[in-house]
């Protein structure tokens, strides 16, 4: 029995441990766009995306990444990120001649790839919108 707990309790950690993993970065990454408002509107209008759109994508990198950590409505913040990693990933990064566009387009792909996951998965017990377990007596 003791096997079988510390199973359990080991999948929930790892669960918790790659939600916040796999989140941590939009968390930094917004924090990052904010504090360079106007070089980030510029990189973006240089790409030919209206620079005002940094303002959904900065709530976007923290408020989806946040709900994917406590395990609020994940599934969704999962599937919206997972989108969100691959078209960033076409429109910022397909320069396949600059390495560290290759590479961060990987990385985006990557990323849309672990949110995939848990969009078929869900999450573990630690999770707010966990259903609870009953016993019936």
């Not at 409505?73 to 969100?84: C, D, N, T």
Request: with cysteine.
């Amino acid at each position: 029995m003791s096997n079988v707990f510390n199973f359990f309790a080991m999948a929930n950690l790892f669960d918790l441990l790659g939600r916040i993993l796999i989140s941590a970065l939009f968390i930094i990454s917004a924090y990052n766009k904010v504090l360079s408002i106007d070089g980030t509107m510029s990189w973006m209008e240089g790409f030919g995306i209206p620079g005002f759109l940094l303002y959904p994508t900065v709530l976007l990198e923290i408020i989806l990444p946040l709900f994917v950590i406590v395990g609020y409505q994940a599934k969704v913040s999962a599937s919206i990120l997972a989108i969100f990693c691959i078209v960033t990933a076409f429109l910022f990064h397909f320069d396949f001649s600059d390495q560290s566009q290759f590479i961060s387009f990987l990385k985006n792909i990557g990323l849309a790839g672990g949110f995939l996951f848990i969009v078929a998965n869900g999450t573990r017990d630690w999770a707010v919108d966990r259903e609870k377990k009953y016993v019936r007596l």
